[in-house]
């Protein structure tokens, strides 16, 4: 059974960093893309980053480009995500996932963690 557990959220200062860190377990890591979304409050699940299998390839969304940095570590079975600068408006849940293909979208990851939240003050 596969599973992801998110964690390294917390309560920072406009401006402050945080590193999410997703560990996961149940199948081999090394050969499946990753991704982070995040939800806010009131608003609908929005993509932030992903990585390949082989962390050779990374994108993200337009909001978070420059300030969000993600890697992996396969030999750990861990993704991580450095959150940098950080924005009130970053303020969500963030969840990561699994999937057989990098995606932006959802609905091509099979598996999700349970969420670590994010929050930034002002």
């Known amino acids: 059974q596969v599973q992801l557990v998110e964690s390294g959220g917390g309560l920072v200062q406009a401006g402050g960093s945080l590193r999410l860190s997703c560990a996961a377990s149940g199948r081999t890591f090394s050969s499946y893309a990753m991704g982070w979304f995040r939800q806010a409050p009131g608003k609908e699940r929005e993509f932030v980053a992903r990585i390949s299998w082989s962390g050779g390839s990374t994108r993200y969304a337009d909001s978070v480009k420059g300030r969000f940095t993600v890697s992996r570590d396969n030999a750990k079975n861990t993704v991580y995500l450095q959150l940098n600068s950080l924005k009130p408006e970053d303020t969500a849940v963030y969840y990561c996932?699994?999937?057989?293909?990098?995606?932006?979208?959802?609905?091509?990851?099979?598996?999700w963690g349970q969420g670590t939240q994010v929050t930034v003050s002002s």
């Open positions: 996932a699994q999937g057989s293909s990098s995606s932006s979208i959802g609905s091509g990851y099979d598996y």
